[in-house]
Structures are given as structure tokens and as C-alpha cells.
């Protein structure tokens, strides 16, 4: 087994744990880049993250995955790129070369290799955050941070996306909002909120990732509390992009660094 199968199931048991609550059953998946050869570790459909062991990851290459959703982004969803993108997922194999249908939910990691310049991607269903993406209002609690460090881990202003269902429509829709929020921000979506659905976060690092999704855990427990003590008030917008550029620029170096080191 290679070492990213490892670090995947550490990082997946770490986040399906019942103390974390931050999934349950066969909820949320994870995947790792291997950008020196294009291809991904994905967590295989129906396997709960907690119990997840190391041939439970399926390899998928990147570049047919981002050749649907540039089509579908071109020419709209269709049945037949949901069948081009169903037969990937079901030919997908472990390390041991068995077929294992990779997760429906697979696109949202393609979208963040591909486009974000990270190489983990984590995916859960937290209850706090599922509740705010399910609120009536929930575009707006999420239109700023709550408190120093969600701008700092999460970044100054969170994606919120509304709801789209799983499979290429969700990762159609992260896709272009994506693409819309560096084109607006000039920087990547630190914390995805998926309308009533849950949590993408990413990072450099396994730990990166995990850490930004307990700190948007706790952002949103905050919103809660806040909308129960009488509404939210964010900080402000100016101190939350200045809170939050002296991480972005170490990120921006470590990015650098890693490029320098394997060029
Ligand atoms: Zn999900």
C-alpha cells in the first residue's frame, strides 16, 4: 500500500470518529493527490470513514474526471456525461487492483486538485453546519466569518452553494463556484458550504484539512448560538481579510516551496 493510502486512512478514521462527530454511517469521503502522476485516492462508495482501512481508497486519473465537468460546464449536465462519469467511478480499483465503485461525491475532489492547487480534499456532513445550510437564510449567515479564526483557517468569506444533487451536478456546481469565487476574491474558498448538505474544506496537508473543517464546526455552532441570542454580527470585512493574509501568504510560499521542489 502506498503511504497516501495511509496518511488517507488516518486523516478518514480521525474524521469519522464518533468523538468528531462529524459524519455517520457511510457519510463524507476524503481524497489525496498524487500530482506527480495526475491521479487521486478516493474513498470507495458505502464505506464508512471511521472504520475506513487502507483498501478502501480507489485510484482515479485526473484528467478524464476534468474532462466532464468542462463539458458538462461548456454544453450543461447531461444523461450522457452522468454515464461517461458513472463508468469511470465503477472502474475505479484499489491498490490491490479490485474494482471498487468509487464515491458518488468524487467531483468536489477533482474540482479542488484541479483547480485549487491543493492535494487533500475532506468531505463530512457536520450537524451544526448542515443545520445552517438547511436554514431558511442560510446564504446569509454565511456571508461573513464569526470570529478571527474562521478568517484565518477558513478564509475571510465563506462559498456558500446552494443545493445540487449528488454525482456530476454537484460537482458541476462547485465547479463554476469555484471558478466564480477566485474570479470575485482573487484566491481559493477556504470552507465550501453545500445547501443542505455539508462541508468541503482542503489544504497542503492532511492536517490542514481537518483543521479548517473543526474550526468551521466551531464557526458554525457559533452562528447558531448567535442567531439564538439575537442574530449574527460579523467581524468586520476589512479586519477579516486582514486577519486572514498573513496565513494566505504562508500558504502561498509553502505552495512555491513544493513547486521548487519538484520541478
Ligand atoms: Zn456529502
Known sequence: MSNLARDLTELSRKA???LADLTIQAEGNAAVFDRSNNRF???ASGVVMGNAKEEDWVWLELGPCVEILEDARKNGSSEKLTAALNAILASSKNSDGQVRKASIETLVHVVAFHSMG??????THPTPV???AASKDGASHYSGTVFPDEAVMCGPVPLFLPFANPGLDLGLGVYEGVLEYQGKYGRNPGQII???HGLATFGVGASDALGTTEIAVKAAKIRLGALG???IEFVPKDAAEAIAFRPDEILRKRLLEREKLSS
Open 194 to 196: 453545500l445547501g443542505n
Open 130 to 132: 448542515v443545520a445552517l
Open 41 to 43: 485516492l478516493v474513498k
Open 16 to 18: 469519522g470518529s464518533p
Open 229 to 231: 441570542a439575537g442574530g
Open 118 to 123: 491543493v492535494d487533500w480534499s475532506l468531505h
